[in-house]
C-alpha cells in the first residue's frame, strides 16, 4: 500500500476499531470466560506472568482474526462485486446492532452455522488447557479466535468488502484490538469496565452506533451507483467546442492508433485551422 492509499484506509480502519470496542460488551460474554480461567489460573502473586498470558491469549486471538480477514479479502477480490459485498457488510452491521440491542437476534443462525465448524476446532483447544506459559497462551487464542461468533463475522463481512487480502487483514486486526480492552478486563478482573459494558442502556447506545457505521458503509456504494448508470453513448459530441479542450496536457504517446477510426475525421478542417 501507498502512502496515499493508507491515509484513504484510514477512515476504514477506524471504523473497525470502533466496531470492535462497541461490540466489545458481547465479547465479554463469548470470550471473557476463558480469559477468567485463564486468570484464576495463575497464583495472584505472580501478577507479571498473568498478564503475559492474557496479552499472549489476545495477540493469539487478534492473529487469527487477521488470517480470517486475509482470507475474506482475497474472496472479495476474486468475486469482484465491491458494491454488493459493501450492501451484504453493511445489512450485517446491522443486524449486529440489532443482535447486541436484544431486538432482533436473527445472527444466533450464523452462530450455530459456524458452530459446526467449531466442533472440530474446540478440541484442540481444550488440550492446551491448563495455560501455564506465554506460547501456550498464544496457541490458546488462536484456536479461540475460530469462536462462532456473530460480532467476528459481521466484522468479516466488512472485510471482504475491501476485496484485498491486505485490507481484510488490517481490518480484521484493528477489529481485534477494538476488542482487546473488554477481554483484558475479564482477565484482570476489572468489573467495573465489565458491568459498564454490559449495562442494557450502554449496549443499547453501542449497538445504535454500529447499526450507524452499518448505514454509512451502505450509503457508500448506493451514493456512487448513479455514476455507474450514466448512458455516455447518448451524450451530443457535436456540441463540444474542441477549441476549449486542453490538448496539452494530454499524454498523446499512451494512445492507442491503431484502434482510432481516422476515416471519420475530418482532415480538411483541420488542416485549416
Known amino acids: 500500500m501507498s502512502l496515499s492509499e493508507i491515509n484513504s484506509f484510514l477512515p476504514v480502519i477506524v471504523t473497525a476499531l470502533s466496531i470492535g470496542f462497541l461490540g466489545s460488551g458481547h465479547c ?16 495472584s502473586d505472580e501478577k507479571g506472568k498473568k498478564t503475559g498470558i492474557l496479552l499472549a491469549y489476545n495477540f493469539g486471538r487478534i492473529f487469527s482474526y487477521g488470517i480470517l480477514g486475509a482470507l475474506a479479502g482475497l474472496l472479495g477480490e476474486q468475486l469482484g462485486l465491491d458494491k454488493y459485498l459493501r450492501i451484504l457488510a453493511a445489512a450485517l452491521l446491522i443486524a449486529m ?24 476446532i474446540e478440541p484442540i483447544g481444550k488440550k492446551l488447557l491448563p495455560v ?3 506460547p501456550q497462551g498464544f496457541m490458546l487464542g488462536m484456536v479461540w479466535g475460530w469462536l462462532p461468533c456473530g460480532l467476528v463475522y459481521s466484522a468479516l ?117
Open 157 to 273: 463481512a466488512f472485510a471482504v468488502a475491501q476485496s484485498s487480502g491486505v485490507g481484510g487483514a488490517l481490518v480484521m486486526l484493528a477489529f481485534g484490538l477494538g476488542t482487546m480492552p473488554a477481554i483484558l478486563a475479564s482477565g484482570w478482573a476489572a468489573h467495573s469496565l465489565k458491568s459498564f459494558l454490559q449495562k442494557s442502556l450502554v449496549r443499547k447506545i453501542f449497538a445504535i452506533l454500529i447499526m450507524g457505521f452499518g448505514v454509512w458503509t451502505l450509503w457508500m456504494p448506493l451514493s456512487h451507483s448513479g455514476h455507474g448508470n450514466m448512458d455516455h453513448s447518448k451524450m451530443n459530441h457535436e456540441q463540444m467546442d474542441p477549441k476549449s479542450m486542453n490538448h496539452d496536457g494530454m499524454d498523446h504517446s499512451n494512445m492507442n492508433q491503431e484502434q482510432m477510426d481516422h476515416s471519420k475525421m475530418n482532415h480538411d478542417k483541420s488542416n485549416a485551422n
Open 28 to 43: 465479554v460474554g463469548m470470550c471473557g470466560g476463558i480469559a477468567s480461567a485463564l486468570s484464576f489460573a495463575i497464583p
Open 97 to 120: 446492532g440489532l443482535y447486541l440491542a436484544d431486538w432482533w437476534r436473527g445472527l444466533v443462525y450464523l452462530e450455530k452455522a459456524g458452530a459446526k465448524l467449531w466442533r472440530f
Open 132 to 134: 501455564k506459559s506465554i
